[in-house]
């Protein structure tokens, strides 16, 4: 919708590796897609369970191509391993995400516990000018070294990460 109330709730309570969003490709991958204005989560803030997973579309967590011009905007996230997992083939255009953009979103409940983020509020890896802006990522579990507020890898091309608060790490 044009609003900003979050009136759609989106929960996938599996045990087994949940996702509560899943955007996949084996090829050619997807096009403009928003997930705006909902509520997000899963039954699971241990490995392997994703809020919004972009990535392939046979197995989660490996990488996807050309899921392009993907929008994530105004959610509320919290109870999975990863917020957003974002992960394209390449940081190129031919293959990688193309102008992922992820603003205005609160990922991690407002008080740390049973809902909090199990390692990471956003993961980015395989992207061609990605835009993080405008987010609260807050209560974050992450004892693993390699927990995070806001990661990217050597495969993002560009970009842009700002005006993001981070806070209430354990």
């Given at each position: ?6 009136s759609l709730t989106i ?47 046979t197995t989660i967590g ?109």
């Open positions: 919708s044009g609003g900003t109330d979050k929960t996938n309570s599996s045990a087994t590796s949940p996702a509560a969003i899943w955007i996949g490709s084996t090829g050619a991958g997807t096009s403009g897609n928003t997930i705006k204005n909902s509520i997000i989560n899963t039954g699971s803030n241990t490995a392997t369970s994703y809020g919004i997973a972009i990535s392939n579309a490996n990488a996807g191509a050309d899921n392009d011009n993907v929008t994530i905007q105004n959610n509320t996230i919290t109870q999975c391993y990863y917020g957003v997992f974002a992960s394209g083939t390449t940081a190129t255009s031919a293959g990688g995400l193309d102008n992922l953009s992820i603003n205005n979103n609160i990922i991690g409940p407002a008080s740390a516990g049973a809902t909090s983020i199990g390692l990471v509020g956003v993961r980015i890896d395989g992207a061609v000018n990605p835009a993080v802006t405008l987010n609260t990522i807050q209560n974050v579990n992450g004892v693993a070294a390699s927990s995070g507020g806001i990661i990217t890898t050597s495969a993002v091309a560009g970009g842009t990460i700002s005006q993001n608060i981070i806070q209430n790490f354990s």
